[in-house]
């Protein structure tokens, strides 16, 4: 997905400096194509997702101006959309925690591991998709 996101965001890039006077034109149009876009999971991308493709453009376009290749920042004045960074995955309860603790054998040295790791996870509140190595 990221090659094709890649590919559609050099499309965007040649185009607003190609049409720099159709800017807001363009950058509705690959707004609105990642709004409609739907992962192969049939979910739409996340609010998020859509601010780091449009930030990865603003600052290519930064990047150019910085090095004396373009008068202006096409997408200097575009908004990204507000997020709601509050949590609203369910957690487990302090009962939950306590019982999976509980199960682990700590008088062997992999139980001893296992339970420092699990404890690491709980403690630092790390993602499912941050612990992939």
Do not use: C
């Amino acid at each position: 997905m990221t090659i094709f996101f890649e590919k559609f965001s050099i499309v965007l890039i040649y185009s607003l400096i190609q049409y720099s006077y159709r800017k807001r034109e363009i950058i509705n149009k690959y707004y609105e194509f990642f709004l409609q876009y739907k992962t192969k999971n049939n979910k739409k991308l996340a609010q998020w997702t859509l601010n780091v493709y449009m930030q990865r453009i603003k600052s290519f376009f930064n990047f150019l101006v910085k090095k004396g290749h373009l008068l202006f920042n096409p997408m200097k004045n575009i908004k990204l959309h507000k997020v709601d960074r509050s949590i609203t995955k369910k957690t487990m309860n302090e009962y939950q925690i306590k019982k999976i603790l509980s199960i682990i054998d700590t008088t062997t040295a992999t139980g001893l591991r296992d339970r420092a790791i699990i404890e690491l996870l709980f403690s630092t509140g790390i993602k499912k998709r941050s612990s992939k190595p």
